[in-house]
């Protein structure tokens, strides 16, 4: 005995094409939308990160370079056109007489956008002018990278008066990712007094 099928077509749903594009031009644009507000927030988040970490450097760099002048010996040279300082760290051997390694440049690379310090224990020649020192150390000494990203730095020395040392200013500027932040100093040699 054979059994019939019966098939009832009247409770079928389909959708029709119309609907089915609809429903994917609602769906695409509520991805967007969330792809979007993610995409925001993250860039925010990564942006604020940025700016801290630029402030960071920009603020320790500035910071070591004043301890380095206040605990100088002595500011040996501030270059006319403010790119970089020789300080004369110490007098090793207690001769009052700087040699190239009781001397310090700080300078900015402006190829790989870094503040350096030059110095040597090695090169006892006696210092003449801070030019040839410049050139010794940059040729010779190794470098210590202080920061990345330093796209400027200005230093000034201003007169001393009375029973003060002279007085180094310096202004430098880190930039990272289109943003920058400029940070200012100043500092003296402590304990010290000026030349008659």
């Known amino acids: 005995m054979r059994r019939r099928r019966w098939h009832d077509h009247s409770h079928v749903c389909a959708f029709t094409l119309v609907e089915v594009l609809l429903a994917l031009t609602i769906t695409g644009l509520v991805g967007l939308a969330v792809v979007t507000m993610l995409s925001a927030a993250s860039y925010g988040a990564t942006s604020r990160a940025g700016m801290r970490d630029l402030l960071v450097v920009s603020r320790t760099t500035s910071a070591r370079l004043g301890v380095c002048i206040r605990t100088a010996v002595e500011v ?72 990345t990203g330093i796209t400027d730095i200005e230093f000034k ?40």
């Open 157 to 196: 020395q201003i007169a001393a008066s009375g029973e003060q040392g002279p007085l180094v200013t310096w202004r430098l500027t880190a930039a990272r990712d289109d943003v920058s932040d400029v940070a200012s100093g100043a500092a003296a040699v402590r304990n010290t007094t000026p030349e008659p």
């Open 76 to 147: 040996v040279s501030v270059d006319a056109g403010g790119e970089y300082i020789v300080l004369w760290v110490q007098d090793t051997n207690e001769d009052s007489t700087r040699q190239y390694d009781e001397l310090q440049l700080i300078e900015r690379n402006t190829v790989a956008n870094e503040l350096r310090s030059y110095a040597t224990t090695s090169d006892a020649t006696a210092f003449t002018t801070a030019a040839a020192f410049r050139t010794t150390a940059l040729a010779s000494f190794t470098a210590q990278t202080w920061a």
